[in-house]
């Protein structure tokens, strides 16, 4: 997959970097990473950056991170990783402020992107693994247009996830 950024209105997709440790850092520090695990200290923020970054070398595909056009703040990430070969690549997005949510950023971030990349993908569809009781993130993958699973089984990983697919083909 590409790795060109991607522009929308308001945002540029891009591939993250050294500039988006202090942002990301605060986000996995906070308690807006409970549902994927977190919070996390420093080091492990870090790591999980790093694993962000090195994803792209790795799959040749991977997670931007979104930033405001007007100030070139970072405030999220969206897109896809693939920890498993044998499994789906897996959609994830996360707002890293609660003071830029409720603003669109997120659907506005995940609909770019999913153009992209089922795109790109061809003819590969895409999940997302959603925590059950993440219920602004289930609205916004049934706004994009993701058919839950009900007879998906949650990765050990994430007991409590739900899961979405979304495919190339869909009308």
């Given at each position: 997959?590409e ?5 929308t ?9 050294a ?38 070398v ?17 405030i ?96």
């Amino acid at each position: 997959m590409e790795s060109a950024p991607i522009e929308t209105e308001r945002l540029i997709l891009r591939r993250p970097g050294a500039s988006d440790i202090e942002a990301y850092t605060a986000y996995c520090l906070s308690g807006r990473s409970a549902l994927v695990g977190g919070p996390f200290d420093e080091v492990r923020a870090f790591d999980k950056l790093a694993a962000m970054i090195g994803h792209w070398v790795l799959r040749g595909f991977g997670r931007y991170v979104f930033v405001l056009k007007l100030t070139n703040r970072s405030i999220g990430h969206v897109g896809a990783l693939q920890l498993d070969w044998r499994e789906p690549p897996e959609m994830s997005w996360t707002i890293w402020s609660g003071a830029d949510e409720g603003q669109g950023y997120a659907l506005e971030a995940s609909r770019a992107y999913l153009e992209h990349a089922l795109g790109a993908l061809a003819t590969q569809p895409l999940i997302a693994r959603i925590h059950r009781d993440n219920l602004e993130s289930r609205k916004l993958a049934s706004r994009l247009g993701g058919i839950l699973d009900d007879d998906a089984v949650a990765p050990a990983w994430s007991p409590q996830a739900l899961t979405y697919w979304f495919s190339p083909t869909r009308p």
